[in-house]
Nanobody
Framework: QVRLVESGGGLVQAGGSLRLSCAAS??????????LGWDRQAPGKQRELVATISSGGSTNYADSVKGRFTISRDNTKNTVYLQMNSLKPEDTAVYYC?????????WGQGTQVTVSS
């Protein structure tokens, strides 16, 4: 099983930056996690993928955040980060850390990001 704990959300003005962190703990090998990432869910909308990073470091981003968000991971700390720059009001959402193990996906409890105009 994987446990994910997010931190770093908050309120920021449009154009500002935030950095989200997620610490992953696993009962078993950390290498059983194929990819870590972030999803988000805005009010009244479906949850959507924001970014992922594989165990080998390959990254994938939603078109809406490309060029503004950067995902990274520190394997020594089992932690994944999401650096969010040039934030827009439409980025307002609950951001969830994710971990993929085979066909299983686990989400953290979520952290609120609010971008004011």
């Amino acid at each position: 099983q994987v446990r994910l704990v997010e931190s770093g959300g908050g309120l920021v003005q449009a154009g500002g930056s935030l950095r989200l962190s997620c610490a992953a703990s696993v009962s078993g090998s950390i290498f059983s996690i194929n990819a870590l990432g972030w999803d988000r869910q805005a009010p009244g909308k479906q949850r959507e993928l924001v970014a992922t990073i594989s165990s080998g470091g390959s990254t994938n981003y939603a078109d809406s955040v490309k060029g503004r968000f950067t995902i990274s991971r520190d394997n020594t700390k089992n932690t994944v980060y999401l650096q969010m720059n040039s934030l827009k009001p439409e980025d307002t959402a609950v951001y969830y850390c994710t971990a993929a193990q085979g066909f299983t996906k686990t989400w953290g409890q979520g952290t609120q990001v609010t971008v004011s105009s």
